[in-house]
Nanobody, 115 residues
Framework: QVQLVESGGGLVQPGGSLRLSCAAS????????MYWYRQAPGKERETVAG???????TYADSVKGRCTISRDNAKNTVYLEMNSLIPEDTGVYYC?????????WGQGTQVTVSS
């Protein structure tokens, strides 16, 4: 079955960096676009970044220039490199894959940006 496991979150000071990872299994990873979302307390989940199977990337305006999404098909893993973090980046970060039978989500990893 499809499984997505995020890791790499934590507490970081403003201006710091984090690298999130999402390990995928249960499907042909290289054939699908992958996405990172986040959900801040009291807010709706929002798209952060996406990467197609051909490595074309897209970003939300709020993170453009500060985040880089990448994938390693040999490791079935998608990454989100986040730099120049600000308190507004705080939230639970999820990865997602959209397959023919629906969307699959990981359990999320908490990112807290605070001094």
């Amino acid at each position: 079955q499809v499984q997505l496991v995020e890791s790499g979150g934590g507490l970081v000071q403003p201006g710091g960096s984090l690298r999130l990872s999402c390990a995928a299994s249960g499907f042909t990873f290289s054939a699908y676009a992958m996405y990172w979302y986040r959900q801040a307390p009291g807010k709706e989940r929002e798209t952060v970044a996406g990467i197609t199977k051909d490595h074309t990337t897209t970003y939300a305006d709020s993170v453009k220039g500060r985040c880089t999404i990448s994938r390693d098909n040999a490791k079935n893993t998608v990454y989100l490199e986040m730099n120049s973090l600000i308190p507004e980046d705080t939230g639970v970060y999820y990865c997602k894959v959209r397959r023919f039978n629906g969307d699959y989500w990981g359990q999320g990893t908490q990112v807290t940006v605070s001094s």
